[in-house]
């Protein structure tokens, strides 16, 4: 019923820059999310976004290179990353929660399958 559908990763350059989109069907949540996921590391989040008013949050890690936004039309929500570094390497999830304001991976009940973001230096 729900289903969450991650696009848009790939290899970049370090400095580079790539936008991610998750395509979002079955119903609307009140918070959508990016997590992402290094080998060995614990999931992170990455950046969310409240559905109604457009809200986003994001960390200090990536604030200021990361923008997160939503076309209610079209029921994606984006992610466009800039100024990339090989740290910034991991696979990418969109998540989805009703949870008001949510930070946490926890926080989220969908998930989609990820995108693969890989920066080379």
């Known amino acids: 019923q729900v289903q969450l559908a991650e696009s848009g990763g790939g290899l970049v350059q370090a400095g580079g820059s790539l936008r991610l989109a998750c395509a979002a069907s079955g119903r609307t949540f009140s918070t959508y999310g990016w997590f992402r996921q290094a080998p060995g590391k614990e999931r992170e989040f990455v950046a969310a976004i409240s559905w109604t008013s457009g809200a986003t949050y994001l960390p200090n890690s990536v604030k200021g290179r990361f923008t997160i936004s939503r076309d209610n039309v079209k029921n994606t929500v984006y992610l466009q990353m800039n100024s990339l570094a090989p740290e910034d390497t991991a696979i990418y999830y969109c998540?989805?929660?009703?949870?008001?304001?949510?930070?946490?991976?926890?926080?989220?009940?969908?998930w989609g399958q990820g995108t693969q973001v890989t920066v080379s230096s």
């Open positions: 998540a989805a929660t009703n949870t008001i304001p949510a930070l946490k991976v926890y926080s989220y009940n969908y």
